[in-house]
């Protein structure tokens, strides 16, 4: 198994600019999830799915949208890039209840 | 609200040594659920261990063990004979029972000297 994989694993992009962040697992694992860390913090929630189709809101949502179509694919969508979008992005997977697993990061830097 | 607190920003010792990293976490929750992760310098974040509130029996795994105390609101992490493989940062986490938000403290970086 792969896990939770995420590409890029860098990025830099001007402001206004927008992207894809793409997140995949092969654990079958029925929840996702996108963190942001930014330096010297814990991770925040930004958006959540419980299942294909299903999104929801975590703490800092504002600036990004996430789409899930199918179990094992989970993008999180920057539109109009901001310097305070600069962090490193986390997706991460569980089945309902357990721990979550996360993938090995993106860095973005927004300038 | 939920919150968890590292006081300890940064702690270095010398290899072989114990060392005790402090969670203290604040719920209103009476069901939740306490983790530990381990974020090496490559970045990734691996997962430790998870704990229910009402399982309060200490885990030992290797040179690895965990002391909940709900009666402290604390769960705490020792690393024994320690060893330069476990610098890292360490987050200790929270989440409530049907809540999908993990509330992560700051993180504790750990380094070992050799």
């Known amino acids: 198994n792969a896990g939770v994989t995420q590409t890029p694993k860098f990025r830099i992009l001007k402001i206004g600019q927008s992207m894809t962040l793409q997140c995949a697992q092969d654990m079958n694992h029925n929840y996702m999830y996108w963190y942001r860390q930014d330096p010297g913090m814990g991770l925040k929630l930004i958006y959540y799915?419980?299942?294909?189709?299903?999104?929801d809101k975590g703490e800092v949502p504002n600036g990004y949208n996430v789409s899930r179509s199918t179990t094992e694919d989970f993008p999180l969508r920057l539109e109009l890039a901001a310097p305070s979008q600069t962090s490193v992005y986390f997706c991460a997977s569980s089945y309902p209840g357990a721990e979550q697993y996360f993938g090995p990061g993106t860095r973005l830097t927004v300038t | 609200a939920q919150k968890v607190t590292q006081a300890q920003t940064e702690i270095s010792v010398v290899e072989k040594e114990d060392v005790t990293l402090d969670c203290v976490y604040e719920t209103r929750d009476t069901t939740y659920y306490l983790f530990w992760y381990k974020q090496p310098p490559s970045g990734e974040l691996v997962f430790l261990i998870r704990r229910n509130s009402f399982d309060e029996q200490n885990e030992i795994s290797g040179r690895y063990s965990w002391n909940f105390q709900k009666s402290t609101s604390s769960f705490n992490f020792t690393i024994t004979a320690s060893q330069v493989v476990d610098s890292a940062v360490y987050f200790c986490a929270l989440r409530a029972q049907g809540a999908q938000k993990l509330v992560f403290g700051q993180g504790t970086r750990l380094t070992i000297n050799p």
């Open positions: 799915s419980v299942g294909a189709g299903i999104t």
